[in-house]
């Protein structure tokens, strides 16, 4: 379980930091500032903090739900797929400022966290409500991009 738990913290932190780096100036930059966002959207402190909670989260929930998934090459892709939209975000919406693709991304990217928690479910019984912080933080996050689109 320890290793799990280490390559999977590695790996999500991994790609946080990875897309991180995409970011540019993000949050505090002028083209962020200058948006029309939702007025829900929770300060910039909240963002990093969120973050590191869901990872942690989302770390436990996979060192679980690896030795239970009778599927493991189901898995692993819908993990990769997972990360590949988790890092693409930011430069997709920080980056190159395209807030239409960042909609589509993150739109993708809670539908497969909800295919997570769905899907498994049932191996994972209580242990799933690990991936519901990441569940309802997309849900939000998706809302604050589609204001953004809708209201710039």
Do not use: D
């Amino acid at each position: 379980m320890i290793s799990r738990l280490i390559l999977f913290l590695l790996l999500n932190f991994g790609a946080l930091a990875l897309g991180s780096l995409f970011t540019g100036k993000g949050v505090p930059s002028e083209w962020y500032m200058n948006l029309a966002k939702a007025p829900w959207t929770p300060p910039g402190w909240v963002f990093g903090a969120a973050w590191t909670t869901i990872m942690i989260c989302f770390t436990v929930y996979m060192a679980y739900l690896w030795p239970l998934a009778e599927n493991k090459t189901l898995l692993v892709g819908l993990y990769v797929l997972q990360l590949i939209l988790n890092i693409s975000w930011n430069p997709a919406f920080f980056h190159f400022q395209n807030v239409l693709g960042g909609l589509f991304i993150i739109s993708g990217l809670t539908i497969l966290v909800g295919i997570f928690l769905f899907y498994y479910a049932p191996q994972l019984k209580i242990k799933s409500l690990l991936i519901v912080p990441y569940f309802a933080w997309l849900l939000i996050a998706t809302s604050l991009n589609a204001y953004i689109l809708l209201h710039n």
